[in-house]
T-cell receptor, first 112, second 113 residues
Framework: QKEVEQDPGPLSVPEGAIVSLNCTYS??????FMWYRQYSRKGPELLMY????GNKEDGRFTAQVDKSSKYISLFIRDSQPSDSATYLC????????????FGQGTTLQVKP | GAGVSQSPSNKVTEKGKDVELRCDPI?????LYWYRQSLGQGLEFLIY????????KSGLPSDRFSAERTGGSVSTLTIQRTQQEDSAVYLC???????????FGPGTRLTVL
């Protein structure tokens, strides 16, 4: 079993839809959680960073962490065609290293 | 300000050759990371440098892979005797310190023929 599981999709939605992206993890030592967006042939771009359970909102994006269930989510409201990309969850902590463990990534397509 | 830069952006090499990939982190960032992204896969951690501490090499897949960071800034990832399974995008990231957000470069796309 992978430490971080993420449905690779692809996920296709119409413009304006609410998108929900999810990851589960098995290592209870993870302490911080991130979501990255990656456009084709580009490096990942940090979207959200959270350090605790609960919700964090930034514009149209909301990150949710439930440590008791080992489950994290990213919600995108009013999705736009420019949101079409691969979304990667990542998590780390629990040891003397800064390395991140990534999910496989979910490919999202927002159709105009 | 300038972000993380990597060179070359693309590298095509023949099986058995050695390659060197370079990463310039964001100025002032003390932590530097190398990851590998194979087709359709998430990012796989390779190695991590933090200041003057011994690097965390736990992700290096074989002894053909090595990395160094000179002067606490630029890093070079070296792959010796490349194999076709080494073909991937090699990504470098840096952060201001341990546990902080990691910022990625554009990657080097390595193709081993």
């Amino acid at each position: 079993q992978k430490e971080v599981e993420q449905d690779p999709g692809p996920l296709s939605v119409p413009e304006g839809a609410i998108v929900s992206l999810n990851c589960t993890y098995s290592n209870s030592a993870f302490q911080y959680f991130m979501w990255y967006r990656q456009y084709s042939r580009k490096g990942p771009e940090l979207l959200m960073y959270t350090y605790s359970s609960g919700n964090k909102e930034d514009g149209r994006f909301t990150a949710q962490v439930d440590k008791s269930s080992k489950y994290i989510s990213l919600f995108i409201r009013d999705s736009q065609p420019s949101d079409s990309a691969t979304y990667l969850c990542a998590m780390g902590g629990g040891g003397n290293t800064g390395k991140l463990i990534f999910g496989q990534g979910t490919t999202l397509q927002v159709k105009p | 300000g300038a972000g993380v830069s990597q060179s070359p952006s693309n590298k095509v090499t023949e099986k058995g050759k050695d390659v060197e990939l370079r990463c310039d982190p964001i100025s002032g960032h003390t932590a530097l990371y190398w990851y590998r992204q194979s087709l359709g896969q998430g990012l796989e951690f390779l190695i991590y440098f933090q200041g003057n501490s011994a690097p965390d090499k736990s992700g290096l897949p074989s002894d053909r892979f090595s990395a160094e960071r000179t002067g606490g800034s630029v890093s070079t990832l070296t792959i010796q005797r490349t194999q076709q399974e080494d073909s991937a995008v090699y990504l470098c990231a840096s952060s201001s310190k341990f546990y902080n957000e990691q910022f990625f470069g554009p990657g080097t796309r390595l193709t081993v023929l």
